[in-house]
């Protein structure tokens, strides 16, 4: 019997994306089943090339990477090298990678995976949902084949930080995440459960955290990537005025994924605005039922400083691991 948690990732990394991948890698009870690389932070083909670049470091090129679509569903792809350095890792220099992208693509890769282990998948969306909405037009029934779904993205009563109402995911491809908040919305699904700016925000890293890291494994060149690719996180932080810290988004709704009982969440009915001139990508949560019943799962609260401190001995004890490894 396998005791291990069936996991697939998407994401678009990125430097907390990456630190969420790692992060999977050093749970021993995770079974990373694919790696969807989706455009976002970098576009597809970068991102796809830091999931290699990652997985090679660690010694794992069993888990195989899928490239996703270059554009969003609709309009041009934006990008965000300005928080992310320009290849998505901040400052750190990956060796590139010597394995190869898999064959199938990541909306073929997210059909595979649900139908291998119905039931029993965990999938976490850390990037915008294009290829997951890919994924659903093709067989609207995959919800009801995930054991859970959960979403890093929007804001639920806190401020966006890519307009004053919208987080980055959403911006990106509203319109994908408009599409899986509805494909989601039946009875026979599990209903997403969605890590937003309101909770994300709360779980912070700080130079500190580096200096720990280190301290578990000095001379890995693991920690020195990370070193590297946290330093350009944490100062694109301060360049808008939020203090030497990065936010640890994507880490925070890894966790979530393999243990939502560790935080608090309310049901909710959420949609996504399209049109609004200035609220676009906006995420509206109804727990009144005004627009109907829950179809999502909002996060509220998490013990956030615990989370960093596992965080942290996690990538530790990876970056141990990965030296001893040679
Ligand atoms: C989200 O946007 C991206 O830049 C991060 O990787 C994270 O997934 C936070 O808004
Ligand atoms: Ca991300």
Redo the contacts with the bound molecule.
């Keep these: 019997m396998n005791e291990k948690s069936r996991l697939f990732l998407d994401?678009?990394t990125?430097?907390?994306?990456s630190l969420a991948l790692l992060y999977l890698l050093a749970r021993g009870d995770v079974e990373l089943v694919g790696v969807a690389s989706t455009a976002?932070?970098v576009p597809a083909d970068v991102v796809a090339a830091n999931n290699l670049a990652w997985l090679d470091l660690c010694g794992r090129d069993d888990v195989p990477v899928h490239l996703g679509s270059p554009v969003p569903l609709a309009g041009a792809l934006r990008t965000?090298e300005d928080?992310?350095g320009p290849h998505g890792v901040g400052y750190a220099s990956l060796p590139p990678a010597n394995t190869a992208l898999s064959s199938v693509d990541a909306a073929g890769a997210w059909l595979a995976a649900a139908d291998a282990h119905p039931g029993e998948l965990i999938g976490l969306v850390?990037?915008p949902s294009t290829n997951l909405a890919l994924a659903l037009r093709a067989d609207p029934d995959l919800p009801t084949k995930l054991k859970r779904l959960v979403i890093?993205?929007g804001a639920f009563g806190a401020a966006g930080?890519?307009t004053p109402v919208a987080?980055?995911?959403l911006v990106v491809d509203p319109e994908s995440a408009a599409e899986v908040f509805a494909a989601f919305d039946r009875p026979d699904a599990p209903d997403p459960i969605v890590c937003g700016?309101n909770v994300?925000e709360q779980m912070i890293l700080r130079p500190a955290d580096v200096e720990r890291l280190r301290e578990c494994a000095a001379d890995a060149p693991l920690v020195h990537h990370l070193a590297e690719a946290l330093r350009f996180y944490f100062e694109f932080h301060r360049s808008q005025d939020e203090g030497y810290l990065a936010?640890a988004?994507?880490p925070f709704?890894a966790m979530v994924a393999l243990d939502p009982r560790r935080v608090t969440g309310v049901a909710a009915h959420v949609e996504v605005e399209l049109t609004g001139a200035l609220t676009r990508a906006m995420t509206v949560a109804d727990r009144r039922g005004m627009l109907g019943p829950p179809n999502a799962v909002v996060v509220t609260e998490a013990d956030t400083s615990t989370m960093v401190d596992e965080l942290v001995a996690s990538l530790g004890a990876l970056a141990r691991r990965v030296t001893s490894r040679g």
Aim: with cysteine.
């Design positions: 994401c678009d990125g430097i907390d994306d976002g932070n965000a928080t992310h850390i990037g890093m993205g930080n890519t987080e980055w995911n700016l994300t936010y988004h994507d709704a």
